[in-house]
């Protein structure tokens, strides 16, 4: 089955600064990638998404890439805001295979953005 | 729109004891979710609905078990909590399969 490893596992810092964080995925057939955001004591909340047939995309500060021969894909927030500060978590899936888009979730990334 | 809700948001229990873990969402969604998140291990899907009147088992079933009430209500119930279990649990919705999932609020569980 799918394994998705992600890192780094807590990443800190400063207001501006570039945040990225990276995963890995195993199953090849895996083609739906989203990132979700989970702020203290609330559910996790998708921010961006992409799926294997685009190389990255974009919203606002968020990008995600993905590269699937090496089948890794990563976030990238730029000018970080301290209201960013919270646990990303990516996912893999193989959505359109007729069945349910079974998420497989990474353990995490705490980020902290300091003012 | 409330979303998807949770109810309770806090429980103790003690080993042995049962419950169940209340979950609705009023965006008309046809799919529904249980999760389990652990420290460091993200989350594991544990049942899942498609449809109304199907429920089909994810990644770590064993111990539970779920009901689809109706369109809007999917309950996860614990037969005989086990300190294992000790978990935060999220419901999730999506319109359909394959669309984007809409989580809860969380239930923080605990089991002595």
């Known amino acids: 089955g799918e394994n998705v490893e992600q890192h780094p596992s807590t990443l800190s810092v400063q207001e501006g600064d570039s945040a990225v964080i990276k995963c890995t995925y195993s199953?090849?057939?895996?083609?739906?990638f989203p990132w979700y955001k989970q702020e203290l004591g609330k559910g996790p909340q998708l921010i961006i998404d992409?799926?294997?047939?685009?190389g990255e995309k974009k919203d606002q500060r968020i990008a995600v890439t993905l590269n699937k021969t090496a089948k890794h894909f990563s976030l990238h927030i730029t000018e970080t805001q301290p209201e960013d500060s919270a646990v990303y978590f990516c996912?893999?899936?193989?959505?359109?295979?007729?069945?349910?888009?079974?998420?497989?979730f990474g353990a995490g990334t705490r980020l902290a953005v300091h003012p | 729109n409330a979303g998807v809700t949770q109810t309770p948001k806090f429980q103790v229990l003690k080993t042995g004891q049962s419950m169940t873990l209340q979950c609705a969402q009023d965006?008309?969604?046809?799919?529904m979710y249980w999760y389990r998140q652990d420290p460091g291990m993200g989350l594991r899907l544990i049942y899942y609905?498609?449809?109304?009147?199907?429920?089909d088992k994810g990644e770590v079933p064993n111990g539970y078990n779920v009901s689809r009430l109706n369109k809007r209500e999917f309950s996860l119930r614990l037969e005989s909590a086990a300190p294992s279990q000790t978990s935060v649990y999220f419901c999730?919705?999506?319109?359909?399969?394959?669309?984007?999932?809409?989580f809860g609020p969380g239930t923080r569980l605990t089991v002595t």
């Open positions: 199953d090849s057939a895996s083609n739906y």
């Open positions: 996912a893999a899936s193989r959505a359109g295979s007729g069945g349910y888009n079974k998420l497989i």
């Open positions: 965006m008309n969604h046809n799919s």
């Open positions: 992409i799926r294997s047939n685009v």
């Open positions: 609905s498609a449809s109304e009147g199907t429920t």
């Open positions: 999730a919705s999506s319109v359909e399969e394959e669309a984007e999932q809409y």
